[in-house]
């Protein structure tokens, strides 16, 4: 009986299926900077399945057996690694005050409400939510950012300041250690000394309209 669901998955896979998860597996060893045998390691998968799933004239359809492995590495579902030409990602909504923490660990945490993207972001990319003024309310938007450390003019950024206070600004004016910049929340122009702060990330989308900033 599995052997015959097996067979019926395998029918049911597209070609264009098998190019996102051939797209998705190159794009991780590329990020990765290492090798297939090294990859089918971290995967524990059998590298020869594997260089049948990324050869493209290997006319290889992979079974449920060797996607659920790959599927559990870049945490997504099998689903999401065939439909998805850009491997997707979910990525934790955090209180600013656990960003950091976040950032400095390499455990994988999975208490938090988690954000669906459609494309791979970055590996410790986190979510925030932050009330914006708008049509006379407030309205609670949802952004994905990235680990960051600069200051670019015209960005959605999030800083911390020498008293451990967490902004999220976009940036006017970056000039003589001058930030100028205006704080998202209550859309108040302010200045900053930037030796006074400290760059924690860079806003990549927001989850709305799905816009890349």
Do not use: W
Not at 37 to 52: G, M, N, W
Not at 129 to 134: A, K, P, T, Y
Request: net charge negative; hydrophobic share 45%; proline share 3%.
């Amino acid at each position: 009986m599995i052997k015959k669901n097996l067979k019926e998955f395998d029918d049911f896979i597209t070609n264009d299926e098998l190019d996102n998860v051939r797209s998705n597996i190159l794009r991780k060893l590329a990020q990765l900077d290492t090798t297939l045998p090294e990859l089918a390691k971290l995967i524990q998968i059998e590298y020869q399945t594997l260089r049948r799933i990324t050869y493209e004239n290997a006319n290889y359809v992979p079974n449920l057996r060797a996607l659920y492995p790959i599927a559990s590495f870049f945490e997504v579902t099998v689903a999401d690694l065939l439909k998805n030409p850009l491997m997707p990602q979910y990525i934790p909504l955090l209180d600013v005050l656990e960003i950091e923490n976040h950032l400095n660990t390499s455990e994988h945490d999975t208490k938090h409400e988690r954000i669906f993207c459609d494309e791979h972001v970055h590996v410790k990319a986190f979510a925030i939510n932050v009330l914006i003024e708008q049509f006379g309310q407030n309205l609670l938007n949802t952004f994905i950012m990235k680990p960051y450390n600069k200051i670019i003019a015209q960005k959605f950024i999030l800083i911390r300041d020498i008293n451990m206070h967490y902004f999220f600004i976009k940036v006017l004016e970056n000039k003589n250690n001058e930030l100028k910049a205006t704080i998202i929340t209550t859309d108040k122009q302010v200045i900053f000394n930037t030796n006074n702060v400290m760059v924690i990330g860079i806003a990549v989308k927001q989850v709305l309209n799905n816009d890349l900033f």
